[in-house]
C-alpha cells in the first residue's frame, strides 16, 4: 500500500471542464512532485514543490496549475485540456529535496480528455 | 543530454531462473541510483537505492560501477510475480530531486 494518496483514482473531462487533482502525504516529506506518464514511457516531471514553493516547473503549459496548500498537500488544477494529455498524473514525495532520499509515488489518477 | 540507457527487453525467462538488467549513465557526477518496478497500469515502486559497495535484498542484488558508469541489477530464482517493468534512475549532482532522470525501462516477463 503506498503511502501517498492520490484522488480521484480515474477521472474523464471533457475539453472545457475544470477539475482538480490532489495528493496527499503525511510521511512528512518536504518536497513533492507531479509527474505525467504516457504508455510504455517512462514519467516525466511537471512540477517539484521544495517546502512548500514551487522549485520547478518544466515548461509545463499554463493548463496545468499547480498549488501546495500545506506540506501535506498538493493539488493539479486542469483547465482546457487536449486529448493529447491523457495520461497517468502520478504525485511524488521525497525526505528531501536536496539529498539522495527516493520517491515514493502515489498510485496516480488515470486521466481521460475527450 | 543527460541520458540513462536501458535494455528495453523483453526479457523472458522461466520460474526459478536468475536475469540480470543493466542499466548506463552519461553523466559521471550522478550521485544517487535507484531501481524501481513498475506493474501494468501501476505507479513506481521503489525496489532498491543502490549503494557503492553493492547491496542485496532477499533475491534482489543491486551493483553500482562508477568507472564503467553503470548499474546492474541481478533477480534470483525469479517467481512471476517478478514480472514488471524494471526502471532505473539517477539523480544528478548539485541539482534538486527534480533532476531525477528515468530509464525508459526494462519489461520483464516470467512464465511457469
Known amino acids: 500500500d503506498t503511502e501517498v494518496t492520490q484522488t480521484p483514482k480515474h477521472l474523464v473531462m471533457g475539453m472545457t471542464n475544470k477539475k482538480s487533482l490532489k495528493c496527499e502525504q503525511h510521511?512528512?516529506?518536504?518536497?513533492m512532485y507531479w509527474y505525467k506518464q504516457k504508455a510504455k514511457k517512462p514519467p516525466e516531471l511537471m512540477f517539484v514543490y521544495s517546502y512548500e514553493k514551487l522549485s520547478i516547473n518544466e515548461s509545463v503549459p499554463s493548463r496545468f496549475s499547480p498549488e501546495c496548500p500545506n506540506s501535506s498537500l498538493l493539488n493539479l488544477h486542469l483547465h482546457a485540456l487536449q486529448p493529447e494529455d491523457s495520461a497517468l498524473y502520478l504525485c511524488a514525495s521525497s525526505q528531501d529535496p536536496g539529498q539522495g532520499s527516493p520517491l515514493h509515488f502515489g498510485n496516480g489518477t488515470r486521466l481521460t480528455v475527450t | 543530454r543527460k541520458e540513462v540507457e536501458q535494455d528495453p527487453g523483453p526479457f523472458n525467462v522461466p520460474e526459478g531462473a536468475t536475469v540480470a538488467f543493466n542499466c548506463t549513465y552519461s553523466?559521471?557526477?550522478?550521485?544517487?541510483f535507484f531501481w524501481y518496478r513498475q506493474d501494468c497500469r501501476k505507479e513506481p515502486k521503489l525496489l532498491m537505492s543502490?549503494?557503492?559497495s553493492g547491496n542485496e535484498d532477499g533475491r534482489f542484488t543491486a551493483q553500482l560501477n562508477r568507472a564503467s558508469q553503470y548499474i546492474s541489477l541481478l533477480i534470483r530464482d525469479s517467481k512471476l510475480s517478478d514480472s514488471a517493468t524494471y526502471l532505473c534512475?539517477?539523480?544528478?549532482?548539485?541539482?534538486?530531486?527534480?533532476?531525477?532522470?528515468f530509464g525508459k525501462g526494462t519489461k520483464l516477463s516470467v512464465k511457469p
Open positions: 510521511m512528512g516529506h518536504r518536497a
Open positions: 534512475v539517477v539523480k544528478d549532482y548539485g541539482g534538486s530531486q527534480g533532476n531525477l532522470i
Open positions: 543502490v549503494y557503492s
Open positions: 553523466n559521471s557526477a550522478s550521485q544517487s
